[in-house]
Nanobody, 119 residues
C-alpha cells in the first residue's frame, strides 16, 4: 500500500497550491479519502474529506471556502486545491485513506508534503 503526496512548496499569503496524492495497493474506489495537516507543536487535524463516490465532501471550518478536495477514482488520485493561503496554513499535509470492511476500519497514511506560507 502506498499513498504518495506531491505539490507542496512555499507560497506567499493569498497564493494557491494544488496537492495531489497517488494511491496504490488497496481498493481506492471503496475508500473515503482525507487530507490532514500538522503544524509544528500542534496536533494533526483533519482538513478535508471526500466519500468514495466523490459526491459528499466535508471541510474544517478554518479552510471552508478556500480549499477544495476532489478525487479521480480511475487515476486513483485525490487532490486538495488550496486558495487564498494564510500563514496559519503552514504545515505538513498528509493524505489518508479510510476503508471499512464490515465494521473493521483500515487507515493508511502518506509520508506528507510540506506547505509553507510566508512573505
Amino acid at each position: 500500500v502506498q499513498l504518495v503526496e506531491s505539490g507542496g512548496g512555499s507560497v506567499q499569503p493569498g497564493g494557491s497550491l494544488n496537492l495531489s496524492c497517488t494511491a496504490s495497493g488497496f481498493t481506492f474506489s471503496n475508500s473515503e479519502m482525507r487530507w490532514f495537516r500538522q503544524a509544528p507543536g500542534k496536533e494533526r487535524e483533519l482538513v478535508a474529506q471526500i466519500l468514495p463516490r466523490g459526491g459528499i465532501t466535508r471541510y474544517a471550518a478554518s479552510v471552508k471556502g478556500r480549499f477544495t478536495i476532489s478525487r479521480n477514482n480511475v487515476k486513483k488520485m485525490v487532490y486538495l486545491q488550496m486558495n487564498d493561503l494564510k500563514f496559519e496554513d503552514t504545515a505538513v499535509y498528509y493524505c489518508s485513506s479510510f476503508t471499512l470492511v464490515g465494521s473493521t476500519p483500515t487507515v493508511y497514511w502518506g509520508q506528507g508534503t510540506q506547505v509553507t506560507v510566508s512573505s
